[in-house]
């Protein structure tokens, strides 16, 4: 579509600064000349205007022109967000007008771009850049963004852009709509076991005032409601009650009017932490172990050690008193009735019955163990004869009963069936079906009450024995000769590591639980573990973020535990149960930015609208969206109105030929100059 178009054009033969400076001079002089009122100025102005006018060298160009196409650019946002109602249909159709437009007008193209979501939020103006760089910036026409507003990488200013084209938004959503909103102010990082974290939390809503349910979960256990007041920040508190990371998510009761529920709920992630660990050693007499037992304790910085020996052996004849054998009395009332819950673990090393302690101090024990406590009791022999433990009240929170026999001998220690799984015995160095650690040599026979038993003898003899109790969690070890692994005796055995795992088995740290339900989400695939002691472990029954609920079953891996892997989509928290175990999972972030606000908005980008002469238009849902009209416009016009948006005409063109005709031929200006002279001469002749 070709055009000819004339115009006047000037090829100067000096430089314009050169041309207008002679010129200027010489007109002074000439206009000087006037206002003496001497005869011929005029001609003589004429000439030196006639000069000036061969110095620009004017022509007469014809140019066959064809004109550039200006370029629409679409940038439709395709966020989660979108999927609200019927915004994504609103959307395809504004995108369809702009196609049968770009159709009907053979001087428009259109580029289309999508753009998507991260982390962050909605990356719309990743999308606007993209576009804009493939397009030559003097023939964009505009820039139509059809976003319902909630745009999470807006730069600062304009100036970040380079666009000198209206911007337009185009919003579906329906802006009257109310919405329920949990936003979760503050939250801390970390938190003690044990004790409570705050929370500040606020719940927002468009149609209601009052007060509104808030539940809180712990790694998606039984909730804990809390009324707060709708629209005021309020401070809630909730427990942390376990080590690592704990995923406590807080859902709001569904509004009167409502978008979503997606934004009904929110989670963080607690580290949970324990203050500095307590315990308590008693070592009934001293042994070649108790500096092991020490050794290991202090070896770790987060453990406070109160340390007891009774230094009397046991075949000590004297008639010294009991209360006179130590610098200070061994403060049994303090450690035992005032003091006790204050300890993490209590530890009893081949201790024996003696007067020091009233049998009524060791029921407190027992009862401080049902009411969540830990003990670990390490046998000696002593532990087979009159003044063992069991003969105590203890005995009731004690895992093994002793029958009464003591062997003295080497032996090594063997991990049974359920050792191998279990996770305080599985793996150990060295170990395995035929472990490769060095002896021990003396062991005291007793028979297993209950529990698991971990470690045994070659001949089938409990050595390593856990058992829940009440609230509370309770070891026993049949011998007293552990020790020998921390020489290194025979080589040794992964005597720091074990003990280690019992101590932490003892106080409740979930990596270490027998029957423990875990999940991940990583690379669009969600990967459940199932820490079992059983032979099967139960279905898995998963609800995503959506609501949609799905069953599977878990198979089991080579080191005995049950797993499952399956994709997952989407963004929010999945919960799991399996069994009596439940967990959740974070799909993308905890609180994805997208779905913070999901009301209709144009707050993100009226200052782009604004400074570029655009418009916004609320379209509302649906096919049947109202949409602006669209208009060709020209450059420095309105370019948007009420009911309509304009899209630039840049005339942008491609000169195919191009013809130069001279206005003033050398011959033809030699004449005039010489006329003008002649004139101005003869006049001053006169």
């Not at 609103?90 to 289309?112: F, G, I, Q």
């Not at 406590?248 to 009017?257: R, S, T």
Request: hydrophobic share 40%; net charge negative.
């Amino acid at each position: 579509m070709n055009a000819t178009v004339t115009a006047l054009d000037f090829a100067p033969l000096l430089p314009w600064s050169v041309i207008a400076a002679l010129t200027g001079l010489a007109l002074i002089a000439t206009l000087a000349g006037g206002v003496m009122r001497l005869s011929g100025w005029i001609w003589r102005t004429l000439a030196i205007l006639g000069i000036a006018l061969v110095l620009a060298n004017p022509s007469l160009v014809e140019e066959e022109r064809d004109p550039l196409a200006d370029v629409a650019i679409l940038v439709t946002d395709t966020s989660s967000s979108m999927d609200i109602g019927g915004r994504n249909d609103a959307a395809n159709a504004m995108a369809e007008a702009l196609r049968r437009e770009a159709e009907t007008d053979p001087l428009l193209d259109l580029v289309e771009v999508e753009a998507g979501e991260s982390a962050d939020g909605t990356m719309l103006f990743d999308g606007v850049n993209a576009a804009l760089a493939s397009a030559p910036p003097d023939r964009i026409a505009g820039v139509v963004l059809v976003t319902d507003g909630q745009v999470h990488d807006a730069p600062a200013s304009l100036d970040a852009i380079n666009v000198d084209a209206p911007i337009h938004h185009v919003m579906p959503g329906d802006r009257e709509a109310g919405d329920r909103r949990l936003v979760i102010e503050e939250a801390p990082r970390y938190g003690i076991v044990g004790q409570t974290v705050q929370f500040m939390i606020r719940v927002e809503d468009d149609a209601m005032q009052g007060t509104a349910a808030v539940d809180f979960r712990f790694e998606g256990g039984e909730p804990q409601r809390f009324t707060i007041p709708i629209g005021r920040s309020t401070r809630v508190e909730v427990p942390v009650e376990r080590r690592g990371q704990n995923v406590i998510e807080a859902e709001v009761e569904a509004g009167p009017e409502e978008l979503s529920l997606i934004n009904n709920r929110a989670a963080v992630s607690v580290n949970g932490v324990r203050d500095r660990l307590r315990v308590l050693l008693v070592t009934g007499e001293p042994h070649n172990g108790a500096r092991a037992w020490r050794d290991l304790l202090k070896s770790d910085p987060s453990v406070d050690l109160v340390h007891f020996t009774i230094l009397r052996p046991p075949d000590r004849r004297d008639s010294t008193p009991v209360d006179e054998l130590a610098l200070i009395g061994f403060p049994v009332q303090e450690l035992f009735v005032e003091r006790l819950e204050e300890f993490d673990l209590v530890i009893f090393d081949r201790y024996r019955r003696r007067n020091i302690m009233p049998p009524l101090y060791f029921d407190y024990i027992a009862r401080y163990v049902d009411n969540g406590g830990a003990l670990l009791v390490t046998a000696g022999p002593p532990f087979a004869g009159a003044p063992s433990l069991y003969r105590t009240p203890l005995a009731a929170v004690l895992p093994v009963r002793p029958t009464g026999y003591i062997t003295d001998g080497g032996f090594t220690p063997e991990t049974t069936e359920t050792g191998l799984r279990h996770p305080v015995t599985a793996g150990l160095a060295g170990g395995g079906e035929i472990p490769q650690w060095g002896r021990w040599l003396r062991h005291i026979h007793g028979t297993a009450l209950g529990g698991d038993t971990l470690l045994e003898t070659p001949d089938g003899h409990p050595l390593l024995v856990l058992q829940r109790s009440g609230e509370g969690r309770a070891a026993i070890v049949m011998s007293d000769q552990t020790w020998l692994w921390a020489r290194g005796f025979e080589g040794g055995g992964p005597y720091a590591e074990m003990f280690r795992r019992v101590a932490h088995w003892l106080m409740r740290e979930p990596e270490l639980d027998e029957e423990r339900l875990t999940a991940y989400a990583t690379e669009g695939e969600l990967h459940v573990d199932r820490v079992t002691l059983a032979d099967d472990a139960p279905p898995l029954e998963i609800t995503w973020p959506d609501g949609r609920e799905e069953t599977v079953a878990m198979g089991r891996t080579e080191d005995g535990r049950f797993a499952a892997v399956m994709p997952a989509e989407g963004s929010g928290l999945v919960r799991l149960r399996s069994g009596d175990l439940t967990t959740v999972a974070a799909l993308g972030p905890i609180n994805p930015v997208e779905y913070a606000d999901l009301r209709p908005t144009g707050d993100a980008l009226d200052p782009f609208v604004e400074a570029t002469g655009g418009g916004w238009y609320p379209v509302g849902d649906g096919a049947d969206a109202d949409l602006p009209a669209l208009r060709r416009t020209r450059a420095g016009a309105d370019q948007a109105g009420r009911t309509w948006l304009g899209l630039t005409r840049n005339e942008r063109y491609v000169v195919e030929a191009s013809t130069r005709t001279p206005l003033l031929p050398g011959l033809l200006a030699v004449l005039l100059l010489a006329a003008f002279l002649g004139l101005g001469w003869w006049r001053e002749g006169r």
